[in-house]
């Protein structure tokens, strides 16, 4: 099956088909067989034309893939969702969306801004601590913030929805 | 010698001291909260006593608690390892009225030292040089800017009551000042139950170098050499090596000297650490005392082969040093990196989760001082050091090679890390040439971060294949129910192959 | 130098080898075999080949199978390690024809050394001393035990091709010879692929004590002081130190020079091992050369300073030895404890299984060389050796107290393993004074077994409560079929409780 | 519930109880309070009176029970099975079986006796090789060999029955 797969402005298009307890690609790079077992849950020790990989497939940060520990953001579009883009159709992955989640729990110490508020892209938003070090959440887009759905003191686990821009 | 130590600590410093006490033949006593009740420490232990609720405020700062677990249990010594109630002196004066030995210097020299303020005083009495700033804790932030506007821009905010980068900010211009302080007040207010600050003068171009001292209770005072701790980042250490690319024999054997004052100058006993920042002269100024063990101590250890831990149990059990100053040499090179659970590629944020696959380097000249364990969770409540990978070689270059072998080696899963931060760190130019200062990763920041380890170009078929099998074999486990097909191994399959022949 | 290695191994011997590699910046390629698909030293590799099915014989021991992958994946040398073609002549000289270097002796040098008879009639041409025995493989068996009378029992038959204690037999009566000897010949032959085996006279309170040597291509050759190795069982070393507790100077001094002489003899090459029996006259005798890395030999790297890997490979390059005889010292002291995946409750039988649990000790002065991950499947297919424990202190008695830390903190389930019998071994008073033989094992071996270090009336409460607890969570996972409940973490569980406070 | 556990001759009346999280047992010793945690599947971190100790129930082996790495065969009785002891009847797991198992895969290089031979206990039925060691398999009884499963140069698994004496 065809699919293209982007890495940091990287593109490839790629043929990727399974045989038996192989994964089999061609690619104008050539022939890739990939011997791909797994060490651990969303670990894998991959052998790719004798060349020995360790990746892990991060599943709660969605297409996060590490190999040999250096971690890459991929997008593996198969031939419907190609066509889709080709069409003008955007992924909804790949639009900036103005919702706040958290990515570890931790403590509201300070929130910046109110509702109303127009800030701009990497504007401080609200201060977090969480492993005793502050940590600034800053804003992904330019834009007006709709909903504050935290408060200072507060104590939120990880994912928690904090703020949303409009 | 003491029979029982209680450690008023956890994560890997908990566990290291804990290894030297079981060498001695000394019980160990574990205290933890509700989220470390199967950390490895409490694992490790003899003794294990809760200590409270996860929030280190309602647990491993909870000091009348920990001295009371300690007078129940028999403990005759508490050592306090870094960070938390080590340079707490109602602490340290607790323990001892409790009759039950502190492991570290008297209250009174902690508070000298331990206060930043206090020791930069002591220092100007002896005629020792420190860096310019201000003599007293910063009550009234109107007039500290008035300090801060005199000594120049940019000034460093750093708290009085601790050390380790937390509750420290550099701030550039007059505007951000008051912010600062504030920022830097709650930090220290959170970390060290003290919520004092300070201002200095931010040194350009400077060379953040330490000795390692100890002092027994006979009065006398050795110094182990130094540790050079220039590469940081967020005012914080994260890559230390010993002996320093930017000293000389004469110019140790000086500072060696001045630390070995700095420490007499306060009745100083136990281990302890001279910080001084040094400019590109080679000018040297005392930056302030660190009145305990500090985080990179096994740099020290590892060239001198020198037990820190079983130094400072023996010092506080009142035996005399044995050892010498002239018997202490450097035997090679040592280099110490930090792993933190940060994400490096997003600004160093806290990463918290579970271990999935773990694999720690070990082999020649490799030591690792950490306290996690494949399947472990990382929780929030805590500093994010998982441990500290040390190696060493004879020469600096065979160290960092081992360095950074170790490093692409390590794995962990499930959590980011400062792993691969730390092996561009090891692998860039500068560093490798010996040549840098405390503003490596200002100027080199950017750089670290797009230094890719493994080039994008060169795993598009790895990644792409591997990410298909994932997401087939997650589809298959949904409509089959069947999660076992693809744990099988290959030894099993080839088994099958044979039967079915 | 090169730029790519084959290692011509598995399991941890393949591991430390390539460490050395990376750190040199020198590729290394692994072979495997079925079941070593996903092992240790195949994740570490830069490149990896399928050799064959899991037995060696179709996979490890294949070599025109191996020197062709070494060609065709442009190794310039391979590295044998130690076990399966290490000591095979045919094997190093078909990687020569090959043009291809092997990282060893010349196969001429193996031949002699190797072959344990020839090696016999080498020393005695040169009257070094040799311990009573045949000077040929037998090749009758009546014969043989004609000989065995003359020498007068107890005998050792020994292999031929190889060490390890693998394809030893000791020989107690006549009766039991016969047997001995057919024993002795099969497993020569399926661990050196080759089944001829000699006598030798059983020396009665016999220390195992061997020197390291290393010779380069300009005739350069030194020894790198002693390894103690008398504590075996099934004729397997299991602890090994360095240095020896009953040797002094003068005599490591003359037992060294003797040691280069035998290398010299044979016209020696690279990294090998002079082994020699003492009485308790500290008579010694030699009693065989392994021209190859021995297991042990992490304990002279540690207390010399020196990567015996980095050595052997920079020899075979063709580089002149850099150290000098009069610079090689010995710093503190050194102690190698073996895990082997056997109960030695239950005659040290092999165990094989799933990892589960899996703690490492780590820390000052501790390093472990082994190749296991949790939830690694041991297989019966090789040597159990899991991996080494190697515990460095400054003095005899504090390795001792770090060896035993380590033990103590060293944690495997799944399978049963040599830890607790290492520990017991550690304890034991004779071991612990250094005045121990090769008999140690016979003598103490009762003990050992039945030396609990826990005591079971103090666990009576804990094992009875813990497997009380586990039936009744098995029996909630039968019947709810939820078996999350009790995978919840004491973190888990406080949020829940905070939550609903 | 009352229990009796017994470990290498020694025995000793336990009342265990669960409450909570914990495991309050009540012998002559005193009461104990046991915090179970597990660690990974059959290992599991126990605090009792402020004692720490890891403990793995191997899963295979019936009754064992390694304490910090020490292992210890055990018997854990219920008040039924202690009634029917009394009353004079075994357990089957403490009479000897004349059933020969294998411990571990491996490779029979030799076998010693046929069906009706004569064998005391812990006299070699067999050979077997497995990691490339020979080990000598033992008679667990005196007997009479009743049935070989096996023959030399057979590839066994873990578990194979082998020999059987009667």
Known sequence: ?166 | MFKKILVANRGEIALRVMRTCREMGIQSIAIYSDADRTAPHVLFADEAYSVGASPSSESYLRYERIIEIAKNAGAEAIHPGYGFLSENTVFAAGVEAAGITFIGPPASAIETMGDKTMARQTMLKSKLPVVPGTEHPIEDVNKALAVAKKIGFPVLIKAAGGGGGKGMRIVESETAFGDAVKTAQRESQSAFGDNRVYIEKYLEEPHHIEFQVLADTQGNIIHLNERECSIQRRYQKVIEEAPSPFLDPELREKMGQTAVDVARSCNYLGAGTVEFLMDKHKNYYFLEMNTRLQVEHPITEIVTGIDLVAEQIKIASGQALTLKQENIGITGHAIECRIYAEDALNDFQPSTGTIGLLQIPDGPGTRFDGAIRQGMEITPYYDPLLGKLICWADTREAALNRSERALREFYISGIATTIQFCRSVIRHPTFRKGTYDTHFYAQHGDELKHYQLVKPENVMEVAGGSFYHHKEQQKNKLTSGDDTVDQRSNWFRSQQEKTHR
Chains 1, 4 share one sequence.
Do not use: C
Request: proline share 3%.
């Open chain 1, 1 to 166: 099956m065809k699919y293209e797969i982007g890495i940091n402005g990287n593109s490839l298009q790629l043929d990727i088909q399974r045989q038996d307890n192989l994964v089999v690609i061609h690619s104008e790079l050539g022939k890739s067989v990939l011997d791909v077992v797994p060490l651990q849950e969303n670990v894998y020790s991959v052998i790719m034309n004798n060349h020995s990989f360790v990746v892990a497939v991060e599943s709660d940060m969605s297409q996060r893939v590490v190999v040999n520990g250096t971690p890459f953001d991929i997008s593996l579009l198969d031939a419907i969702h190609l066509h889709l883009r080709d069409l003008g159709w955007e992924s909804a992955s790949e639009t900036r969306t103005g919702q706040v989640v958290t990515q570890i729990p931790g403590l509201i110490t300070q929130i910046f801004h109110q509702v109303g508020d127009e800030v701009d892209q990497d504007e401080p938003l609200l201060l977090m601590e969480a492993m005793k070090m502050e940590n600034e959440i800053k804003a992904p887009m330019s834009g007006v913030i709709q909903r504050v759905h935290v408060k200072q003191g507060q104590t939120v686990e990880k994912g928690t929805m904090i703020v949303e821009i409009g």
